[in-house]
């Protein structure tokens, strides 16, 4: 197990595309976590799951956002309809019901233009 | 409502002196705090959480309840501590985390 680990890297995008990112958690960890992070300012809430189901969403979390995690493993974050201010770092974290903190992946960092 | 200050944004030391990067919090429950680092192009990691109290890379942090606070702390500063500082908070029942903005270390040779 390599830990988190999130694709893809970079994305360039044009504004009012689809884009969706994908997260691989570690294996025996049971929550999945959504981030967002700009320029100057702290990772962001965006999400979570534990395994399959989604128990909190941000009210950064718009309606062009969806996330998913299908039979409780990886996850899918899309965003629909892409606008300038979504370009971020956007970061994935799991960990165990109680565990010790948080495993980061790399993060995807998204640019709209 | 959950929040984390960190009030510097930057903070500059030379090497070998005492370093204190703060955070402050806003909760009404028992919160539980961590430290994350980013050392430059790498990841977000877990530096310490004030339950395990250990010391990290000689770091130590201690949660002041009266005082809000859980201020990070190191007597002797080395060049590779120089990254970005994360202070979060996670609320009763293992809420997901909240972040401060991050303080930037500087460790001058």
């Known amino acids: 197990d390599t830990g988190v680990s999130q694709n893809p890297r970079h994305k360039i995008t044009k504004r009012g595309q689809n884009v969706t990112f994908r997260c691989d958690p570690i294996?025996?960890?049971?929550?999945l976590y959504w981030y967002r992070q700009t320029l100057g300012q702290g990772p962001e809430f965006l999400t979570y799951?534990?395994?399959?189901?989604?128990?909190?969403k941000s009210r950064l979390l718009s309606d062009r956002f969806s996330a998913e995690r299908p039979k409780g493993s990886f996850s899918t974050l899309e965003i629909q309809r892409t606008e300038q201010g979504d370009s971020a770092m956007y970061l994935c974290?799991?960990?165990?019901?109680?565990?010790?903190?948080?495993?980061f992946g790399s993060g995807t960092r998204l640019t709209v233009v | 409502a959950q929040r984390v200050t960190q009030p510097e944004k930057l903070l500059s030391v030379f090497k070998g002196a005492p370093v204190e990067l703060k955070c402050n919090y806003s909760y009404s429950g028992s919160p539980e705090l961590f430290w994350y680092v980013q050392y430059s192009r790498q990841r977000l990691q877990l530096l310490l959480r004030h339950i395990s109290r250990e010391s990290i890379k000689g770091f130590t942090a201690d949660l002041n309840k009266g005082e809000t606070s859980f201020h990070l702390k190191k007597p002797f500063a080395q060049e590779e501590d120089s990254a970005m500082y994360y202070c979060a908070l996670s609320g009763t029942g293992n809420t997901p985390l909240v972040f401060g903005k991050g303080t930037r270390l500087s460790v001058i040779a």
């Open positions: 974290a799991s960990s165990l019901e109680r565990g010790n903190g948080y495993t």
């Open positions: 294996s025996e960890h049971n929550r």
């Open positions: 799951f534990q395994n399959e189901a989604q128990l909190e």
